[in-house]
């Protein structure tokens, strides 16, 4: 039996990634052969997932479900590395499989939602083994499951990189459909400016005050002004205050639409494929420049 040492785990475990403890197991068993325990830990573990694991997963796409009746949809964001692995169509069937999930098993977060049954495994044991399979970090961000108070309707854009769900009370299909699509085009925040966080008036009174008076306004009507801007920006903001976009008067807004249908919005979910997610940007000058100088300084 082969001597395992501290150095041979560190070595193990920065090729593969993998837990201490789980190299050292892999190592005794294959009595110190460096190769064979790094065949073993990607049997077992699947090294490429935790290797990829520290990956930024910005790219993906957004998986959508809406049943027969519209009563009931869900859309989940599943990322991955690369816009090619978006294409990819384990991939894409992986995202339906999980969306159909959630509409249909109802789980309360992400973690629930993997642990769910899926093929010969659970959601997790599948995403893990593609990530095995394709070599590329992907992960489930977030869901959203909607019952119906109208009825649902749906539109995804830029190959799944925008999906909408909107649940519309009254009108016909025609309408919902415009509705959905406006969503995609104007990405509202919210439905009306309660759903609009307070924090984010604050900031734009603040900075309206701060122009102003930089502009020389009198102080006696910056509140005013601060509050003309505020209006503003809650009809750029808010589903119902936005100008439809297909207004023939280039005027009519989104409230006032539905109030000439008969009709009403109970709510609505946007999601952007990778939206407040860091991108990595990549230097190459600067990575060459310092492989060049790590060279020079071993030459030293």
Same mark, same amino acid.
């Not at 992907?138 to 649940?167: P, Q």
């Given at each position: 039996?082969?001597?395992?040492?501290?150095?041979?785990?560190?070595?193990?475990?920065?090729?593969?990634?993998?837990?201490?403890?789980?190299?050292?197991?892999?190592?005794?068993?294959?009595?110190?052969?460096?190769?064979?325990?790094?065949?073993?830990?990607?049997?077992?573990?699947?090294?490429?997932?935790?290797?990829?694991?520290?990956?930024?997963?910005?790219?993906?796409?957004?998986?959508?479900?809406?049943?027969?009746?519209?009563?009931?949809?869900?859309?989940?964001?599943?990322?991955?590395?690369?816009?090619?692995?978006?294409?990819?169509?384990?991939?894409?069937?992986?995202?339906?499989?999980?969306?159909?999930?959630?509409?249909?098993?109802?789980?309360?977060?992400?973690?629930? $939602?993997? !642990?769910?049954?899926?093929?010969?495994?659970?959601? #997790?044991?599948? &995403?893990?083994?593609? @990530?095995? *399979?394709?070599? =590329?970090?992907?992960?489930?961000?977030?869901?959203?499951?909607?019952?119906?108070?109208?009825?649902?309707?749906?539109?995804?854009?830029?190959?799944?990189?925008?999906?909408?769900?909107?649940?519309?009370?009254?009108?016909?299909?025609?309408?919902?459909?415009?509705?959905?699509?406006?969503?995609?085009?104007?990405?509202?925040?919210? $439905?009306? !400016?309660?759903?609009?966080?307070?924090?984010?008036? #604050?900031?734009? &009174?603040?900075?309206? @005050?701060? *122009?102003?008076? =930089?502009?020389?306004?009198?102080?006696?009507?910056?509140?005013?002004?601060?509050?003309?801007?505020?209006?503003?920006?809650?009809?750029?903001?808010?589903?119902?205050?936005?100008?439809?976009?297909?207004?023939?008067?280039?005027?009519?807004?989104?409230?006032?639409?539905?109030?000439?249908?008969?009709?009403?919005?109970?709510?609505?979910?946007?999601?952007?494929?990778?939206?407040?997610?860091?991108?990595?940007?990549?230097?190459?000058?600067?990575?060459?420049?310092?492989?060049?100088?790590?060279?020079?300084?071993?030459?030293?």
């Amino acid at each position: 039996m082969a001597a395992i040492t501290a150095g041979m785990v560190k070595e193990l475990r920065e090729k593969t990634d993998a837990p201490m403890m789980e190299c050292k197991k892999a190592l005794a068993e294959a009595d110190g052969d460096m190769v064979k325990a790094e065949e073993i830990l990607r049997v077992k573990l699947g090294s490429k997932a935790s290797k990829a694991a520290a990956r930024v997963t910005a790219e993906g796409i957004v998986g959508l479900y809406l049943s027969g009746d519209g009563k009931l949809g869900s859309m989940v964001e599943v990322n991955c590395e690369t816009d090619f692995v978006a294409k990819n169509d384990d991939f894409l069937a992986f995202t339906k499989n999980v969306s159909e999930m959630v509409a249909s098993q109802n789980p309360a977060d992400v973690a629930a $939602l993997s !642990a769910l049954p899926l093929g010969e495994g659970t959601v #997790e044991s599948t &995403r893990t083994a593609l @990530i095995g *399979k394709i070599g =590329e970090n992907m992960s489930i961000r977030r869901f959203v499951r909607t019952e119906a108070k109208g009825k649902l309707a749906s539109y995804v854009h830029g190959g799944s990189k925008i999906g909408v769900i909107v649940d519309v009370i009254g009108g016909d299909e025609a309408l919902a459909k415009d509705l959905a699509m406006h969503v995609a085009a104007s990405k509202p925040k919210s $439905l009306d !400016a309660s759903g609009v966080p307070a924090e984010l008036l #604050e900031t734009e &009174r603040r900075v309206a @005050i701060e *122009k102003a008076r =930089e502009a020389g306004k009198p102080e006696a009507m910056l509140d005013k002004i601060a509050e003309g801007t505020v209006q503003k920006y809650l009809k750029d903001v808010t589903l119902l205050g936005q100008v439809f976009v297909k207004a023939e008067d280039g005027k009519q807004t989104i409230e006032q639409l539905l109030k000439s249908k008969g009709a009403s919005i109970a709510g609505f979910t946007l999601y952007i494929v990778g939206e407040g997610i860091e991108k990595r940007k990549d230097d190459f000058a600067a990575e060459v420049a310092a492989q060049a100088a790590a060279a020079a300084a071993a030459k030293a």
